[in-house]
């Protein structure tokens, strides 16, 4: 028997869809001002980097971690003033809390419902678990398009549905309204994803008693810990005492664990530096919308979203001026000519408005101020 290619077991081994799929890609982003991801821009004083260090200097990195970091969930509990009937999921990242959920409740023929343009990995977590996903589109200002969303629940009975609050890439936060309307059409299980909670102007946590069916997730990444990790889901005990025999033994490490309790024994220092970038933020709007030719959409999130025409040509002009920011032209419908850049420290801001005014004098756009 002739010997088989790797090519060739891959071609008939690895699921049709998974083949077609493209990977998350993550660029490189070594020498830029790094504006692509939604960071948070700041370090935390020294004085708690100093006491972090010790923590981490400390810890058994030997041992397995805690696999129920109890005091750490008490913490996020108290933070969100959570009830008693109530629990928290820890995940690594909020990705992994997604792909918890969609195996909880894909039975078959089982729906995962969205919103697009939104975050990616709903989609693409029901592809990696064979799960059907339909994505509603949402109006041409990025609001909820709340008739197609009713029909769409009554048409697919979905079993699960997703809506960022705020949205993802967009920056806007849905009609608090429309959002409790879909929630009480579904049938199924609602998450509402609150990975940029910190800079908005509303969350859905006070309202998880009303509805039997609703669970709130969050990450801790935006608000200044993307490299811990460290994302949760909060609701009824219910929900969660499932979702936990789903979750992998170990899935969030000592490090993460131990950093996190520490910093949010310190949150008010968080908070305050979502304060600040959401004072960047607003005066990163108002230069944006000063540029003519250039439309940009208002934000309750750490990023700004705004279409110019040529985008990818603006996009890679600001690369070759050492700043990265996010092209999402041909990622959607939607989306042609927009371009996504994360609120950075004010110096940062001010890097990036003059690489933009100089690439679109490159693309044959005049910058001017209007």
């Not at 869809?17 to 998350?24: K, N, P, R, S």
């Not at 200002?141 to 993802?168: G, H, T, V, W």
């Not at 996010?326 to 927009?338: E, I, Q, R, S």
């Amino acid at each position: 028997m002739s010997p088989v290619s790797a090519a060739s077991l891959v071609q008939s081994l690895i699921r049709p869809e998974i083949l077609a799929l493209h990977g998350y890609h993550v660029p490189d982003s070594g020498g830029y001002i790094k504006l692509d991801a939604m960071e948070n821009p700041y370090l935390v004083p020294d004085a708690l980097r100093e006491e972090i260090a010790a923590i981490v200097g400390n810890a058994q990195i030997n041992r397995y971690p805690n696999p129920n970091p109890t005091s750490l969930k008490q913490k996020i509990s108290a933070l969100l003033n959570l009830p008693d009937d109530m629990s928290v999921l820890l995940g690594n990242g909020s990705d992994e809390l997604i792909q918890l959920l969609a195996m909880a409740v894909n039975k078959p023929d089982a729906v995962v419902l969205s919103v697009e343009p939104s975050f990616v990995m709903y989609k693409m977590i029901a592809t990696f678990i064979d799960m059907r996903y339909v994505g509603v589109p949402l109006a041409a200002d990025f609001s909820l398009d709340l008739a197609a969303m009713l029909a769409a629940i009554e048409r697919e009975q979905p079993a699960l549905i997703f809506l960022a609050y705020p949205n993802n890439p967009t920056g806007n936060i849905f009609s608090a309204d429309d959002v409790r309307q879909i929630i009480a059409a579904a049938p199924g299980l609602v998450v509402i994803d609150e990975a940029y909670y910190a800079f908005a102007s509303d969350s859905f946590v006070p309202q998880l008693s009303e509805y039997p069916n609703l669970l709130v997730m969050r990450t801790f990444s935006k608000l200044g810990m993307a490299g811990l990790r460290l994302g949760f889901l909060v609701g009824s005990t219910l929900w969660l005492e499932q979702l936990e025999k789903l979750r992998l033994p170990y899935n969030v490490g000592v490090l993460p664990q131990l950093v996190a309790e520490k910093l949010l024994d310190n949150h008010d220092v968080l908070l305050a530096q979502a304060e600040q970038i959401k004072f960047d933020r607003s005066a990163l709007y108002q230069q944006l919308a000063a540029i003519s030719g250039l439309q940009v959409f208002a934000s309750e999130a750490n990023f700004l979203l705004f279409r110019v025409v040529n985008a990818t040509d603006v996009f890679n002009g600001l690369k070759q001026r050492g700043v990265l920011i996010k092209n999402l032209n041909g990622g959607h419908p939607m989306l042609t000519d927009c371009l996504r850049v994360t609120v950075g420290a004010p110096e940062e801001n001010q890097k990036f408005i003059a690489a933009l005014q100089e690439s679109l004098s490159d693309v044959g756009l005049a910058p001017d101020l209007q």
